[in-house]
């Protein structure tokens, strides 16, 4: 193995200065209050905002996370689209389960997010396919996503061809491309505050109904 220097971030910090979060302030219901903060995100003009690393085991129990975006969000839970024959299509058809992390740098906030996993159904997989750039249609049949590729002018020649196939006619879904909802059983909010005590605020739902409490930083 071959030496290398030490990097050391440990002086790397910032004194978090901003406006605190607190049980009497929060809506009961967590879906309502990310809401709220997502629409403060958006207002502040942030890039991808809707942007969330989704973690996943495999069948050996390893962690596997990646970004994936948020395409919508509703008392069902939080939804995003994939392939299912992808690295974390096979994770979750083996443990439907996963957590979805949110960081907005610029406001100093988190959102952390738990919950069981399910498949839509093929009538909004349609629905969703048909808004997506053309491109992006196509390229849900050109990339085998996850396998390993000899280089990327094989992927780039597919897509053409399937450019070819399709011209002048809408591009169907593929079956292995579709949505998740992640309904969630845990969401907490973190807000950044000075001198590393940041308010934490954690949603757990038992029995149907969401009960929240504050957590030590």
Excluded: C
């Excluded at 890039?47 to 596997?64: I, K, L, Q, R, Y």
């Excluded at 979805?100 to 997989?125: C, K, S």
């Excluded at 292995?176 to 807000?191: D, L, N, S």
């Amino acid at each position: 193995m071959r030496d290398t220097d030490l990097m050391d971030l440990g002086n790397l910090r910032e004194q978090y200065q901003s406006e605190g979060l607190d049980l009497p302030e929060v809506d009961a219901d967590p879906i309502v209050q990310f809401q709220n903060w997502f629409a403060q995100v958006e207002a502040a003009g942030l890039w991808e905002p809707n942007a969330m690393v989704v973690s996943t085991v495999d069948s050996f129990g390893w962690p596997a996370a990646r970004i994936v975006l948020l395409k919508a969000i509703d008392a069902r839970g939080f939804v995003f689209f994939s392939n299912y024959e992808s690295d974390k299509g096979r994770e979750l058809a083996a443990t439907p389960r996963a957590a979805l992390t949110f960081f907005w740098t610029e406001l100093r906030r988190q959102v952390r997010v738990r919950g069981d996993v399910r498949r839509l159904g093929d009538a909004e997989n349609e629905a969703h396919f048909a808004t997506r750039p053309r491109g992006s249609q196509i390229g849900a049949w050109a990339s085998p996503q996850s396998e390993i590729v000899a280089g990327r002018q094989l992927l780039e020649e597919r897509f053409g061809e399937l450019e070819a196939l399709y011209e002048g006619a809408d591009v169907p879904r593929p079956a292995h491309w579709g949505g998740y909802a992640v309904e969630p059983h845990m969401i907490e909010f973190w807000q950044g505050r000075e001198n590393r005590l940041h308010d934490r605020i954690r949603y757990d739902l038992a029995d149907g109904k969401w009960a929240t409490v504050r957590l030590a930083p």
